[in-house]
């Protein structure tokens, strides 16, 4: 049973191919790693589910309905959220106005109250920190904020977009650690896009590896940590 | 007598201010948000004068209620504008400009055909003064302050407590991001242009019965508004509050003491030492 399914998706910028001919699919309340070099198109992907760049062909369903085509808002509104490459929290707003904007579909007020909560349980340091500017916070904080605000519209499959990247050491263990935790405690099924495959593969379920906008190869996450293939070109072993 | 003196141009020169913060409040918010430079602004600020005027000369309407009266009828006509006219220049910067110019011309003619060249004076709304010891203060021009600054605030509680407020600074702070959250970003654009010619509309009625109602009266505002925005950066609400009133207060003390001349040149040279030396603006984000 998958939540998500890209069937055929080419995207373009121009005449600049970005993802060529990509089918895969989300299972539901699992993590996909989408893993591959910069530039193998894997935020294109992202992308285009979300609904910021329209496939130039190919279908993707979200829940059996077909989403493609649809506005970015309509999309968040049946239930995906994106937590961006770069994190590109509103850097002028605090804390707590960046994650009352994630919530921005939500209109009952109750809910809005219990999913802050929540993201507060998970995330302690954006609770104290909810009155400072977003754009003071440190780079493993503002990955915080901004999985927290993707949160806030309360989906029920989680786009990530590298939340590894640029943080120390610590912070990534930590992002990892949180990631895991929404899957399992929430249920919320997650698309997570890393360069770090390693991390990504350790984390997830099943996964893809896009080369050159491509599916070059999928499997469980253990069947690509162990093959021969993966490890000579992404693990560096 | 330099103590009056200086109280006057103090006076006078938060007046021009605060009309100043008026109009290039609107006209910045539209930059940040739309990316787009309205030079049709100004005809929003003169069109708000003449229903002011129309409201509270002709028919008698209380002068607060005549001005709400304008903001409304004004705002609704913007909103109507970015609709028809703005909206198929989204994304093209250069167009839109030379659309917002076009229009300019439009409004102001238009004007001119319906209403005549000729001034119209609008009838005092305060008159008498108010005596602080040696210094005297015009009720028609303490008034006018009074009034700048109540919409001042209700337009920052509207920017930094309502839902529609922030989804505004979400889009100017990054409109890719904002569509992520669910904000439909079309849909905000005409509330937004509506919000600042609606500003622009209550500086023109505020200021119509200190300098006249006609056709005109928008241009200067306009040119203000530009020297603001340059001066306490382009796309920046504070940046607009701190640059109106130092421009206002700065041209009305120059203009009395060193005369009107030297003080379109002082103001001039101050747009031309910050763009030297800090071309983003006093309040503004440096473009990377």
């Known amino acids: ?170 912070m990534v263990q930590e992002v990892a650690r949180v990631i895991v935790d929404i899957n399992k405690s929430e249920g919320i099924s997650v698309a997570l896009v890393e360069q770090n495959a390693k991390l990504a593969l350790k984390l997830s379920h099943e996964a893809v590896v896009l080369e050159s906008g491509e599916v070059a190869l999928g499997g469980t996450g253990e069947e690509l940590l162990t093959s021969e293939y993966v490890q000579k070109a992404y693990l560096g072993v | 007598m330099t103590g009056t003196l200086i109280a006057q141009s103090l006076v006078n020169g938060v007046v021009l201010g605060m009309t100043y913060v008026l109009v290039a409040l609107g006209f910045t918010l539209i930059f940040g948000i739309m990316r787009m430079v309205n030079f049709a602004h100004g005809e929003f600020y003169m069109l708000g004068a003449f229903v002011t005027f129309f409201a509270f000369a002709q028919f008698q309407i209380p002068f607060i209620v005549s001005l709400a009266i304008a903001a409304i009828i004004i705002g609704c006509f913007g909103m109507l504008i970015e609709r028809v006219i703005f909206r198929p220049f989204r994304g093209n910067e250069l167009n839109g400009m030379i659309a917002a110019l076009g229009l300019a011309i439009i409004i102001q003619n238009a004007a001119l055909i319906m209403w005549g060249a000729d001034p119209k004076p609008m009838p005092s709304v305060a008159t008498g003064i108010l005596k602080l010891g040696p210094l005297i203060f015009p009720w028609s021009r303490l008034y006018v302050i009074g009034a700048a600054a109540v919409i001042i605030a209700l337009f920052y509680v509207v920017i930094t407590h309502t839902s529609l407020g922030r989804a505004m600074r979400a889009v100017a702070q990054d409109t890719e991001i904002a569509l992520v959250q669910g904000i439909r970003a079309e849909r905000i654009y005409p509330f937004a ?76 040279a101050l747009v031309m030492l910050v763009l030297i030396f800090r071309p983003w603006g006093l309040m503004g984000v440096r473009e990377a």
Request: hydrophobic share 50%; net charge positive; glycine share 14%.
């Open chain 2, 193 to 268: 242009f509506g919000l600042s010619v609606a500003l622009a509309a209550l500086a023109g009625g505020l200021m119509g019965p200190v300098f006249g109602v006609s056709p005109t009266v928008g241009l200067a505002p306009m040119l203000k508004a530009f020297i603001v925005v340059i001066i306490g950066g382009l796309g920046s609400i504070p940046g607009a509050l701190l640059g109106g009133l130092l421009l206002g207060i700065v041209e009305s003390f120059a203009s009395t003491f060193l005369g009107a001349t030297v003080s379109d040149f002082l103001l001039l």
């Open chain 1, 1 to 170: 049973m998958s939540i998500l399914e890209l069937s055929n998706v080419s995207v373009s910028y121009g005449p600049v191919v970005a993802v060529h001919d990509v089918s895969l699919s989300v299972p539901k309340g699992k993590i996909l790693a989408i893993i591959g070099a910069n530039g193998a198109g894997k935020s294109s992907t992202l992308k285009a589910i979300i609904g910021l760049i329209k496939p130039r062909s190919g279908e993707i369903r979200f829940e059996g309905e077909r989403i493609d085509g649809l506005s970015a808002p309509d999309i968040v509104a049946r239930g995906i959220a994106l937590s961006p490459e770069g994190r590109r929290v509103f850097p002028r707003m605090s804390v707590m106005e960046n994650l009352t904007l994630g919530g921005y579909l939500q209109r009952d007020k109750g809910v809005v109250s219990r999913t802050l909560e929540l993201i507060f349980h998970h995330f302690p340091r954006l609770k104290e920190r909810r009155s400072q500017a977003a754009g003071s916070l440190s780079g493993g904080e503002q990955q915080m904020l901004a999985i927290g605000r993707a949160l806030m519209a309360q989906p029920r499959l989680l786009l990530l977009d590298e939340p590894s990247l640029g943080l120390a050491p610590i």
